[in-house]
């Protein structure tokens, strides 16, 4: 079998072993801060900063204080009652809520500006 046979990757053909390598050497764009200006952190170069934590305290209020609240909704059919809700209402959009508002904190959280 020889060479001409099939496919031969060739990584400098695509243009981005240059742009590393010159990122390695100390030059370009990503020299100083690890990315350029314009670039979107990726992988190790993110940072787990307030956007975090707020997500992180959405998810505990979503999987934590919701079940709980679920499970004492029964005994607290008066309260329901004076909100305008039924039961089975009250049911349906306490766990709705918190799944909307953490999706939306979700797509929030993780886009950069």
Do not use: C, N
Request: proline share 8%; aromatic share 10%.
């Amino acid at each position: 079998m020889s060479d001409d046979d099939g496919y031969v990757h060739d990584p400098a053909a695509f243009g981005e072993d240059e742009a590393e390598a010159e990122a390695e050497k100390g030059g370009g764009p990503r020299a100083a801060g690890g990315t350029a200006p314009g670039d979107i952190p990726r992988g190790d170069a993110r940072e787990f900063d307030w956007r975090g934590w707020v997500l992180v305290v959405a998810i505990l209020f979503a999987f934590v204080v919701i079940p709980v609240a679920l499970y004492f909704l029964p005994r607290a059919q008066g309260f329901v009652a004076s909100l305008g809700l039924s039961l089975r209402d009250a049911f349906l959009v306490l766990p709705l809520l918190p799944a909307i508002v953490l999706g939306a904190l979700a797509v929030w959280a993780t886009t950069r500006p």
